[in-house]
C-alpha cells in the first residue's frame, strides 16, 4: 500500500507575528484580570489615580507592559533577521518578564 508523506507547510511571517502578538496580549490582560482590572489598558489607566494603591498598581503595569512589548518585538526583529527560530506562543510567554505587583 502507497504511502503518503505529509510536510506541515510553514505559516506565513506575517500569520505567526499576529498569533505571538495576540499570545503577548493576553497574557497581559489575563494577568491584569488576576488582580480584578479588566485588562492591561484598565490596569495601566490607574496610575494617575489619586489612590495610592490603584497608582502603584498602575504604574507596576505600565512599566510590565513595556518591558513584555519590548521584549517581544526583540525576539520577533531576532526571528525575522534568522538570528533564531519562532518560538511557539507558550514559549514567548514564558521568557516574558514577570508581573511584580507593589
Not at 507592559?65 to 510567554?93: I, N
Amino acid at each position: 500500500f502507497p504511502v503518503t508523506i505529509v510536510r506541515e507547510v510553514p505559516k506565513p511571517a506575517a500569520t505567526v507575528q499576529r498569533e505571538l502578538v495576540a499570545a503577548v496580549q493576553r497574557h497581559l490582560d489575563e494577568t491584569a484580570q488576576g488582580r480584578n482590572y479588566d485588562g492591561i489598558l484598565s490596569l495601566c489607566s490607574y496610575a494617575t489615580s489619586t489612590d495610592t494603591v490603584f497608582s502603584a498598581e498602575g504604574q507596576a503595569g505600565v512599566e510590565w507592559r513595556d518591558a513584555c512589548w519590548r521584549h517581544c518585538y526583540q525576539v520577533l526583529a531576532a526571528v525575522t533577521a534568522g538570528q533564531r527560530p519562532v518560538p511557539t506562543s507558550a514559549e514567548l510567554v514564558a521568557e516574558l518578564p514577570a508581573m511584580v505587583w507593589p
